[in-house]
């Protein structure tokens, strides 16, 4: 997360789509991609793309997004989850994936909310969602807690314009789901571009870190 900044973000019910967003993350530059939670079956997809990315993607961390309960947690760390990311803060979850080892990252919207989380050692946190509390959270919360890391999610899109706001107010990394994923891309299963844009935005982050 620290090292490339971009967290992709992505369901989809078919898997040779959701099969060919990963891989066309993953030829853009991206190394870690979480799938969402979202609809039935998901865990079968998430089987699938697992054993798929274990082939074709070998560097690609992949994780699960959208989880609510400890069950679900354990359930898709058993599949091959390398990571977990809740919209809310749980302690259940905490406890299932810190078990294992697990990085998980929970969604958080006030500075108590960060100092839990970190107590139950949660190494970067979710800001969810992003765009109801904007960059200026993000600095204010890193002035008393410079140690905090955290993650946007929601309210991130792929302009340098909002990048640079949001990695200069202090972000560890974004997490970045419609605004890079389109609708547009999944429908016209326009592989190529998302391979582009994803370049593009690495290319932005790159620059705005150095």
């Given amino acids: 997360m620290e090292k490339t900044g971009l967290v992709p973000l992505f369901y989809h019910q078919d898997i040779d789509i959701a099969k060919n967003v990963v891989k066309a993350c993953y030829d853009g530059g991206a190394r870690l991609l979480e799938f969402t939670h ?3 079956f998901a865990q079968e997809v998430f089987n699938e793309l697992s054993k798929y990315c274990a082939v074709n993607c070998p560097d690609m961390i992949l994780g699960v997004g959208s989880v609510t309960d400890a069950a679900t947690a354990s359930h898709y760390m058993n599949i091959g989850a390398s990571f977990v990311v ?4 749980r302690e259940d979850i905490a406890i299932v994936c810190n078990r294992k080892k697990i990085l998980w990252s929970p969604g958080c919207g006030s500075l108590t909310e960060i100092a839990k989380a970190e107590e139950y050692g949660c190494e970067v946190v979710k800001l ?3 765009d109801v509390y904007g960059p200026g ?3 204010a919360a890193k002035a008393p807690q410079p140690w905090t890391k ?3 999610t929601g309210g ?3 302009s340098e314009e909002n990048l ?3 990695f200069d107010a202090g972000a560890t990394c974004v997490g970045m789901g419609s605004k890079l994923i389109t609708k547009e891309i999944v429908a016209d299963k326009n592989y190529n571009l998302l391979e582009n844009k994803v370049k593009e ?7 705005i870190r150095k």
Avoid: E
Avoid at 201 to 207: G, L, P, Q, Y
């Fill in 86 to 89: 809740t919209p809310v803060f």
């Fill in 38 to 40: 979202r609809g039935l």
């Fill in 156 to 158: 991130v899109d792929t």
């Fill in 128 to 130: 969810f969602p992003g």
């Fill in 137 to 139: 959270f993000i600095k």
């Fill in 164 to 166: 640079k706001a949001w």
């Fill in 201 to 207: 935005v690495m290319t932005i982050i790159n620059s």
């Fill in 150 to 152: 955290i993650m946007p």
